[in-house]
Nanobody
């Protein structure tokens, strides 16, 4: 089993950057596909980006493509979301998720979730 702990959220000006981290506690991190989702107040949790267990494949929501980059370091059991050119529509609680099967963009395919980290963008 893997437990997920996010960090790196905070307040940033529009156009700025943040890097979120997701530390996985457990010995089988390299077997899990990882993903980031986000949820803004009053909205459903939506897909942001995902990465396969080896890191060979990545997927992005259209709204973040070209601005966000998902990556992972299996040596230190950590996944990242580098967020550049942040926009006023990006604020949300960002959640890290994992699944022990192939990479997916579907929220319901992920059964392991972190507690979330808040991202706020000031205009």
């Amino acid at each position: 089993q893997v437990q997920l702990v996010e960090s790196g959220g905070g307040l940033v000006q529009a156009g700025g950057s943040l890097r979120l981290s997701c530390a996985a506690l457990g010995r089988t991190f390299s077997n899990y596909a990882m993903a980031w989702f986000r949820q803004a107040p009053g909205k459903e949790r939506e897909f942001v980006a995902s990465i396969s267990a080896t890191g060979a494949r990545t997927y992005y929501a259209d709204s973040v493509k070209g601005r966000f980059t998902i990556s992972r370091d299996n040596g230190i059991n950590t996944a990242y979301l580098q967020m550049n050119s942040l926009k006023p529509e990006d604020p949300a609680v960002y959640y890290c998720a994992a699944r022990a099967w192939g990479v997916s963009t579907a929220r319901d395919d992920y059964d392991l979730w972190g507690q979330g980290t808040q991202v706020t963008v000031s205009s």
